[in-house]
């Protein structure tokens, strides 16, 4: 059973990125312990902050913000730090080669639910400055806080799986993830329906026609409402991921991030053999203007992902 660290070794030469990925993990592994036993520390209640995005913080996505900080200010091989809970980039080490962009606790709304929620990050080369497309990434990875801690991380070669062992040690449990190219289940927040384009309309409406209509097969629909509990379903056993643009989120730009949430999921995605697209490019080809901006999301199962392209293409 190959560890962390050995698979590290085998993946990248690079011990500064090897060891931003060790970092980030580390602070996971202490993000967990803390999500563990939230609701007994009655830390699950809001923070009275708001982040850059004008959202209530809660009380963890601070704390788990401060732990990474912690983590990656120990680490001489970060340059900069990019988070969804501060304004602005943060200046680390003057000899860092990496640059982190990181969403600490993606999801948290739901950990009054006791919902899986996660913590997502990229990693991306200084020389590149911040705002770097996605297909410039070093590696990618998030940590899903399910019934299981696992981490899922790629440098340049196979999406891999790793589970925190009692012992604190990551175990590869899968080294490379395949996401099927075809799939019988779609994950999108349906109540957003009046909003939809025509594309992504008809998408959805082909599948819940299932084997009446154009899909011809019965399809099933998930979401739950953590970005990181619904792509890990996808890459595990397929489907397709839908955050599209909307006219309510069209202002905006989209509603996820494209820094720190769809570049390290499309990332994680390409190499488990999955498509990511805004609709009308691909996700790692979108150029940044922002460190916050927003994109449209569709990404999992190849040939999904290609009926919605198709779709777009239509309208
Ligand atoms: P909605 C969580 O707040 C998040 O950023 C993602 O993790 C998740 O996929 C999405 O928003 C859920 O959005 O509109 O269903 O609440």
């Known amino acids: 059973m190959t560890h962390l660290p050995q ?25 967990a312990a803390i999500l563990r036993a939230a609701p007994i520390e009655g830390q699950t209640g809001l923070a009275g902050a708001t982040n850059v995005q004008g959202e209530a913080q809660k009380a963890l996505d601070v704390i788990s913000n401060d ?23 943060v200046e680390m080490s003057s000899q860092g080669t990496v640059i982190v962009a990181t969403d600490p606790l993606d999801g948290s709304s739901n950990l009054d639910v006791n919902v899986t929620v996660g913590t997502i990050f990229s990693i991306l080369p200084t020389h590149g400055g911040v705002l770097q497309k996605g ?15 696992s981490l899922v991380v790629r440098i340049k070669g196979a999406t891999s799986v790793f589970t ?42 082909e599948n819940i026609a299932g084997e009446t209509g154009a899909a011809g097969k019965r399809y099933n629909m998930r979401w739950v409402g953590s970005m990181v ?18 006219s ?38 979108v150029e940044p203007t922002d460190i916050h901006q927003r994109v449209p999301v569709i990404m999992g199962s190849a040939d999904e992902v290609q009926r919605v392209e198709n779709w777009y293409a239509k309208a």
């Open 67 to 89: 732990i990474v900080l912690k983590h990656l200010r120990a680490n001489p091989a970060i340059s900069i730090l990019v988070s969804e809970e501060l304004d602005e980039a």
């Open 7 to 31: 698979w590290l070794a085998a993946e990248t030469d690079d011990r500064n990125l090897a060891g931003a990925i060790v970092s980030m993990a580390a602070a996971s592994a202490e993000i």
């Open 164 to 205: 925190l062992a009692q012992d604190g040690q990551w175990r590869l449990n899968l080294a490379e993830a395949k996401v099927p190219a075809a799939s019988g289940e779609f994950a999108i927040n349906t109540a957003r329906e009046r909003f939809w384009d025509a594309a992504t309309r008809n998408y959805v409406s």
């Open 229 to 246: 509990a619904d792509i890990h379903r996808i890459l595990m056993r397929g489907g397709i991921f839908l955050y599209p643009l909307d």
């Open 135 to 149: 297909e410039a990434q070093l590696a990618a990875g998030y940590v899903a806080y399910g019934p299981a801690t």
């Open 248 to 285: 309510e989120t069209v202002g905006k730009g989209g509603r996820l991030r494209l820094l720190y949430e769809a570049n390290p999921m499309a990332w994680l995605m390409a190499g488990a053999g999955g498509k990511s697209t805004t609709g009308r490019q691909d996700i790692l080809t």
